[in-house]
Structure formats: structure tokens, C-alpha cells
């Protein structure tokens, strides 16, 4: 059964930081790319970063690239997202993914940048 636990998330003021965590479970972890996802309210989910599985290679938004940083440990198959200088429209619910999970999501956990 694959599992998708996300946590990290808070209120942070504008310009804060904050670091999510997602542990995975049910796939092989260190197979895959993972990636990070987050929902507005009342609009589509959007991707924000994707690692491909040996770490060695990332990619990011447009809307948060140089301000977000996404990594992984495949020893603990968890992957992060280091989140600096963040904007009252990083507010979001915050997903991984990975084609791994064949489908399934994780609840979330919500960011709220607000001052």
C-alpha cells in the first residue's frame, strides 16, 4: 500500500523560511523521481520541483526557482523542500508525488505565508 506523509508546514511571515518533509512508503523509493506539488485555494494544483531519483539532477517552477530547494534521502526515502524568502503566493496545500505512487496522494500539508 503506498503512502505519502507530507509534513512541515506552518505560518510564516513573508520572507521566512520553512522546510517540508514527505515520507514515502510502498514503492521503491529510490527508483523514482519525486516531486513537489501545491494547490491554492480555488485553483489547480500546480507542480513546484521535481528530483530525479539518484538526486543528481532538479528542477524547478518559474515562481520558485533560486527561492526553493528540493532534496532527498533515499536511505530514509523522504524527500524535502527547503523553502526561503517566501511570498503570501506560496500560500498552498503542499503534495509529493512520484510516478511511483501510481496514483495515489498524500493529504497535504498547508503553508500559509501572512504577516
Known amino acids: 500500500q503506498v503512502q505519502l506523509v507530507e509534513s512541515g508546514g506552518g505560518l510564516v511571515q513573508p520572507g521566512g523560511s520553512l522546510k517540508l518533509s514527505c515520507a514515502a512508503s510502498?514503492?521503491?523509493?529510490?527508483?523514482?523521481?519525486m516531486s513537489w506539488y501545491r494547490q491554492a485555494p480555488g485553483k489547480k494544483r500546480e507542480w513546484v520541483a521535481g528530483?530525479?531519483?539518484?538526486?543528481?539532477?532538479?528542477n524547478y517552477s518559474d515562481s520558485v526557482k533560486g527561492r526553493f530547494t528540493i532534496s532527498r534521502d533515499n536511505a530514509k526515502n523522504t524527500v524535502y523542500l527547503h523553502m526561503n524568502s517566501l511570498k503570501v503566493e506560496d500560500t498552498a496545500v503542499y503534495y509529493c508525488?512520484?510516478?511511483?505512487?501510481?496514483?495515489?496522494w498524500g493529504q497535504g500539508t498547508q503553508v500559509t505565508v501572512s504577516s
Open positions: 508525488n512520484s510516478p511511483g505512487a501510481r496514483g495515489a
Open positions: 528530483i530525479t531519483s539518484t538526486g543528481g539532477s532538479t
Open positions: 510502498g514503492f521503491t523509493f529510490s527508483s523514482y523521481t
